[in-house]
């Protein structure tokens, strides 16, 4: 879905054990770099609908979507989006590898070791400043 220019992008902040979920690209322009697990907006779909699908495609998991995290925009060469992040919960299933060539389970002061997209930044900084 998009809002004028902007391509939505709904990703989910799942903790486990004091840890965030994150998950390396297998393919696309962002291939080989590090995500929060999500993905585009269907024209049809609430930003929770969406994130609950995502989750269920890319990781094989039942969640529930919690409180909004964070709201950014960025542009791109090819695309401008807006990322938007929710606080996220599993409610049933182990993240499996679907989407993605690695999962991982990192520390909030780990995530600035990883590459991820700049529109995934702003969440990185945001996440390591509220550990």
């Given amino acids: 879905m998009t809002e004028g220019r902007y391509v939505r992008v709904i990703a989910a902040i799942i903790r486990k054990e004091g840890r965030i979920l994150i998950g390396k690209r297998r393919a696309g322009t962002f291939?080989?770099?590090w995500e929060f697990p999500g993905g585009k907006m269907e024209p049809s779909e609430t930003q929770e609908e969406c994130l609950a699908r995502e989750l269920a495609?890319?990781?094989?998991?039942e969640a529930r979507v919690g409180k909004l995290f964070l709201s950014t925009r960025h542009t791109y060469s090819?695309?401008?989006i807006e990322f938007v992040t929710y606080e996220t919960e599993i409610v049933s299933g182990e993240p499996r590898l679907r989407d993605h060539n690695e999962i991982r389970w990192v520390l909030p002061e780990e995530l600035s070791l990883y590459d991820f997209p700049?529109?995934?930044?702003?969440?990185?900084?945001e996440l390591v400043r509220q550990k």
Avoid: C, Q, T
């Fill in 57 to 61: 495609e890319e990781l094989g998991i």
């Fill in 78 to 80: 090819h695309m401008a």
């Fill in 118 to 125: 700049e529109a995934d930044r702003p969440v990185v900084e």
């Fill in 31 to 33: 291939a080989g770099k």
